[in-house]
């Protein structure tokens, strides 16, 4: 039926205007592959009456979401034949590029890298002076820029990509320890180059990029729109060098692998998230960023809030678990925050300990002054070390009414309701006594905060 609606119901033998072709395959079956069996053919047979039904193809997708050989035949012969005409190449499995074939058309590309065979090429050859979009997933120590550049480029002593707005980068999980083999391809790799996107306004990096510090980019547009950053400290403090300065949205992911990387840890953090707009000009400060969200994963050791010299985050979000009391002790230092999500939260210990900033009101309770801070949207998921449910509720109620600027609190239903609990007490007594409020804050913001159960 498939074979009859492509290439029966045509006319003059095929569909000339057709630009685009987006093909999404699904088998499970990989049992018995054979290079010679009917099912091959079929499949190659298929794919050339697909190319010879559809010529004017500008723009290829291709996705399979199995393991699933016999498709990826289909997938290189497809990007092979229409190699010339080219300008969006998408695909979700790494290809193989035949030696001969050429992509000079080519605008966007977004391929996973595979380490190249002596027959085929994986990446393909392109005019790097009309690329604009690059994505690269799993990137290994065999990829280097050459490949892309091709002969094209000689010997210059910096290659640019004049046209490229948009990079991507994923770096594959690998052991480090198993290198490859001293080949002379896997020398050529690792032998730094310089190269320069000037026009760039997009950059993501994902994964182990210290493990491939060959193909840092030596320049890069001291202004850009997004950078969107998730690595390991190692890798962030290698980022340093790009030596970017004004940026619009900022966004970081950052874990650490051992205790050693504590002191890098800090180090980058503090160096990207450490200018403000009141900053003058200077080599040595992090950029600038109107926008910056950070997202910190689990570490191996306990955050260290003197140790922080965060002036400009807009968005934190812990995804491991964070200590109340170290947690307080990072709003106080970290005025710009606006919003706040934490996946997990300690209480290690009441909120009237925690605080310098503490007195004894007329009942003799430790009293929590309001903090100095932006916060408007406060995320908490989970709550660990307590069993008295009125502790999580009395500790979190402080918290709220020590945010003056709060507008919106997601958290569970024990800490919502306790909220909801206070404020009926204070309509009907005029006073926070009835649930033994330790706040010395106004009080007023909280009737305003939207409250949502998770």
Known sequence: MLQRILFEDKKDGCWRNIRELNIRWFRDDDDGFDENSGLVQEVIGFSNRLINSLPGIKKLYMR??????????????????????????????????????????????????????????????????????????????????????????????ISVFPSLR??????????????????NESKDACKPMSISFPSLDTLIVNGNYASCSHIIIQRYPRHMKKVDLQLNATSLFLMKQIGLKYI??????????????????????????GSDLGNQENEDLGPICKKSNFVLNSLSYM?????????NISSITFTGTVRVSVLLKILKRVKTLEKLVVWSLDMDMDIDVVTSEKSLDASGHSSLSALNTSIRSLSIFDFKKTDASYCIGQNMLNVVL?????QRLISAEIVIESIKKYMQCRRTSGSGECIGSVCSCDMTHLSNIELIKT
């Open 402 to 406: 020590a945010l003056p600027q709060l």
């Open 166 to 183: 948009y990079l991507k980068l994923v770096f594959g999980i690998f052991d480090t320890n198993q290198m490859l083999d001293e080949s």
């Open 248 to 273: 619009d949205d900022l966004s970081i992911s950052v874990f650490t692998l051992t205790d050693s990387e504590e002191e890098i840890f800090y180090n980058s953090t503090n160096y990207f998230f």
């Open 303 to 311: 955050l260290n809030p003197k140790m922080i010299a965060w002036s």
């Open 64 to 157: 399979k979401y199995d393991s699933d050989r016999t498709t990826m035949l289909m997938f290189n012969q497809l990007a092979n034949r229409y190699s010339s005409q080219l300008r969006y190449l998408y695909s979700s499995s790494a290809l193989r590029f035949a030696l001969n074939s050429s992509y000079e058309s080519l605008t966007h590309l977004r391929i996973p890298y595979e380490t190249p065979s002596n027959s085929s090429l994986a990446i393909p050859k392109i005019m790097i002076e009309r690329l604009q979009v690059l994505e690269l997933f799993n990137i290994n120590r065999s990829f280097s820029w050459n490949k892309l550049l091709g002969s094209a480029n000689g010997h210059q002593q």
